[in-house]
């Protein structure tokens, strides 16, 4: 079966954005690949976190997925840093790598605006990571959004560096283009949602009714507001409802405290069973722990067979 890798970084709250744009996707490639799923905590320390909160966020965040629907006999979960081998086969990849193919990299330029008193090594070698990751597995595939494809493409690039420097050995890993839907925030239609606009532009998947009820009541409703809210809707309501309720808009008969109420109604529906997981994953981390462990276990099985035959084929052995 293709074997199929991504991964996701701990540094926040899952978001409805994260859901629709990435999460929802992973549930359904389980069916039809070999997939390896990753919480990318060396990722994460590119920007300024606390120890406690990178543990506490990548616990939370498996109890996320796995609420999700990830489902451990189907895909192998596992933390980044409990695999030898990724931040190994960064540096020969590292040393592989032009300086200037990292420069022009369109998210290391927006890292760096993003914090300018912490532009790390990190965030420049940040895709050199990235490729290691996903060639270390020798996946032959990779969800990905448009938006990173980018960084795909010099995994792809290091991946026929290394097979013209040393022998043919990695697999140019392919875009599986994820019917990816771009959520916008609440707050900044015109922006997709992320965390760092604030809580109000964001539906967490652990908010409670109350603070979903509120988010979606303070929601802006100017005319891509309105659309924004809409296009939701259609993702979590009833789908006739919501043609009657686009032709309402269209004629200019659409109360919006109308649609704010059913959106409400509609995205706490969703959320419902997963909240439901979430409380018993909480209640039974240990188990959560020993999934990450097995996961890691089988990535680590996979990931020994790589380094060995690349250090032969380097020179390292």
């Known amino acids: 079966m293709n074997k199929l890798f991504s991964g996701i970084k701990p540094t926040g709250k899952i978001h409805l954005g994260n859901y629709l744009?990435?999460?929802?996707?992973?549930?359904?490639?389980?069916?039809?690949?070999?997939?390896?799923?990753?919480?990318?905590?060396?990722?994460?320390?590119?920007?300024?976190?606390?120890?406690?909160?990178?543990?506490?966020?990548?616990?939370?965040?498996?109890?996320?997925?796995?609420?999700?629907?990830?489902?451990?006999?189907?895909?192998?979960?596992?933390?980044?840093?409990?695999?030898?081998?990724?931040?190994?086969?960064?540096?020969?990849?590292?040393?592989?790598?032009?300086?200037?193919?990292?420069?022009?990299?369109?998210?290391?330029?927006?890292?760096?605006?993003?914090?300018?008193d912490n532009v790390n090594a990190g965030l420049l070698t940040y895709p050199v990571l990235q490729a290691a990751d996903i060639l270390l597995y020798r996946a032959e595939s990779v969800p990905v959004g448009e938006d990173q494809l980018q960084h795909l493409e010099l995994s792809r690039i290091i991946a026929r560096k290394f097979n013209n420097r040393y022998q043919r050995y990695f697999p140019e890993?392919?875009?599986?283009?994820?019917?990816?839907?771009?959520?916008?925030?609440?707050?900044?239609?015109?922006?997709?949602m992320s965390k760092s606009h604030g809580e109000a532009s964001y539906i967490a998947l652990r908010d409670d009714e109350k603070t979903v009820s509120q988010k979606i009541k303070k929601a802006v409703t100017d005319d891509q507001g309105v659309l924004n809210l809409l296009e939701l809707y259609s993702y979590f309501g009833d789908l006739k409802k919501y043609e009657r309720m686009m032709n309402e808009h269209k004629s200019g008969k659409l109360m919006n405290a109308s649609l704010k109420e059913d959106l409400a109604k509609a995205i706490l529906e969703f959320l419902k069973p997963t909240q439901e997981k979430i409380v018993y994953y909480e209640n039974n981390k240990s188990k959560v722990e020993k999934i990450l462990r097995d996961g890691a276990k089988e990535a680590q099985k996979i990931a020994d067979q790589t380094m060995a035959q690349v250090k032969q084929l380097v020179g390292l052995k």
């Open 173 to 192: 890993p392919k875009p599986v283009i994820s019917p990816a839907r771009r959520v916008m925030s609440l707050k900044y239609p015109e922006r997709k």
């Open 21 to 116: 744009g990435a999460l929802k996707n992973w549930v359904e490639l389980q069916e039809k690949y070999q997939c390896l799923y990753f919480i990318a905590d060396l990722h994460a320390l590119t920007i300024k976190i606390n120890p406690d909160e990178l543990r506490d966020h990548s616990l939370q965040l498996a109890i996320d997925l796995l609420s999700l629907g990830i489902d451990p006999k189907k895909a192998v979960l596992f933390r980044q840093s409990d695999v030898i081998g990724h931040t190994e086969l960064a540096w020969i990849f590292n040393c592989l790598t032009p300086v200037s193919e990292l420069e022009r990299m369109t998210q290391f330029k927006d890292e760096s605006k993003k914090q300018p």
